[in-house]
């Protein structure tokens, strides 16, 4: 597909994924303002993120830095844009990150949450993350294995310069989305366990589901969907 042709679809594609974000909600019968649309620009050019800002998009979740980085500035500060950060974080590029997201989806260590507080307190300002759980045991996926997540709660939420605002999964890929949905009951549930702890706030959302699964997240709890490909074509 030509590229022009691509970018021309973008506001039709975004009222497409709204469309089945709505009807999964009622399927659910869960509030019409429950779920947030985190659109996964990685790879996706500036310029095709102010089409989806045009769009009504106003969350990006990006997964490298330096890519972030380039089209943070072109996209300036519109009003109500979020960036958030939803890939794996190395410790050398937390200090550009932090203070720099709104909210980072996949803290995926004690460790890592520390040095996110240090930074943060240095900087003056509290960083809402999210603990990546890893439900399949991969070992290329990060994430903290569901046994220890209680104990690194309990540690984390010490922390005074990161709020945690809940928990994000990224299931194995299946070809039928039902595959996913045993992933998402289980971090469904696990925040109602979690929710027992004393922590700072309360940890809500659940980070959950893409472009080929986001409708059976939403039916598992999903607050936030992570939706790429729907909304921005196949990545090339
Ligand atoms: C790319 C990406 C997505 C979106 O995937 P699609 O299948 O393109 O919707 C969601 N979450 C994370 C962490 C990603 O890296």
């Known amino acids: ?28 019968g869960r509030d019409s303002s429950s779920v947030q649309l985190v659109a996964a620009s990685k790879t996706v050019a500036s310029d095709v993120l102010l ?53 980072l989806h996949s803290v995926e260590s004690v460790e890592q949450a520390g040095s996110i507080d240090t930074l943060a307190k240095k900087m003056g300002i509290q960083q809402a993350i999210l603990l990546e759980v890893n439900l399949s045991g991969e070992k290329t996926k990060g994430g903290f294995d569901c046994t220890d997540l209680q104990g690194a709660l309990e540690q984390i939420a010490k922390f005074p310069h990161v709020a945690i605002k809940g928990l994000m999964t990224l299931p194995p890929y299946s070809e039928n989305p039902e595959g996913s949905r045993p992933y998402f009951s289980q971090l469904r549930e696990m925040r109602e366990s979690l929710a027992r702890i004393p922590a700072k706030g309360r940890i809500e959302e659940l980070s959950m589901g893409m472009s080929h699964d986001y409708e059976v997240a939403i039916e598992e709890g999903a607050t936030m969907v992570r939706v790429g490909t729907a909304i921005f074509g196949k990545r090339s």
């Open 1 to 28: 597909m030509e590229e022009t042709s691509c970018s021309r679809n973008i506001a039709e594609n975004v009222q497409h994924v709204r469309v089945g974000i709505r009807q999964a909600i009622s399927r659910a």
């Open 51 to 103: 089409e989806a800002y045009v769009a009504g998009v106003r969350i990006f979740g990006e997964n490298r830095l330096q890519e972030a980085q380039e089209k943070m500035p072109v996209l300036g500060s519109r009003q109500g844009l979020n960036w958030h950060f939803i890939g794996r974080m190395q410790s050398r590029k937390l200090k550009d990150i932090v203070g720099k997201f709104s909210l």
